[in-house]
């Protein structure tokens, strides 16, 4: 039961937030502050809300497999590194650089949402990785 729910409900929250936290680093990197976030008096929505939905379109749409892959591989060989994760989520940022936009050359913001996003997701889900519990061996007495 432990596993079901771990897999219906904590593994997808660390991928969400994950990927929120993503945008978010990669926005604050271009210059949106606090105020971009929040709404205006008038009631109009946040003037960062427009770029944070197409980014995390993009995101979901770049990263969503390679990430699902780390996680499945994790689940199953119980990596639980902290380290492991967020080199993880640099490479990933890195390589949807050069994947994405291979012209430029500002690898710092992605690499950044990367790292941050492996973070996010190792406090979240990554910490209790693995499908089964892990054997303790112990001396014979």
């Known amino acids: 039961m432990r596993t079901f729910l771990r897999i219906i409900l904590v593994i ?3 991928l969400m937030a994950a990927i929120l936290v993503a945008v978010a680093v ?5 210059g949106f502050n606090a105020d971009d976030f929040q709404f205006a008096p008038d009631g109009m929505p946040p003037g ?3 770029p944070a939905f197409v980014l995390t379109g993009i995101l979901a749409q770049g990263a969503l497999v390679p ?4 996680i499945a591989a994790a689940e199953i060989f119980a990596i639980r590194s902290l380290i492991a994760w967020v080199l993880f989520g640099g490479a990933l940022g890195f390589a949807l650089q050069l994947v994405g936009l291979p012209g430029n050359t500002e690898f710092l913001p992605r690499v950044a949402a990367g790292f941050s996003a492996g973070f996010v997701y190792w406090v979240v889900a990554g910490r209790g990785a693995g499908l089964r519990e892990r ?6 007495e």
Do not use: S
């Not at 990669?26 to 271009?30: G, I, K, P, S, T």
């Not at 054997?135 to 014979?140: E, L, S, T, Y």
């Open 48 to 50: 960062a809300l427009a």
């Open 26 to 30: 990669y926005l604050l990197a271009f």
């Open 135 to 140: 054997a303790i061996f112990r001396a014979p």
């Open 12 to 14: 997808p929250l660390g």
């Open 67 to 70: 990430f699902l892959v780390a």
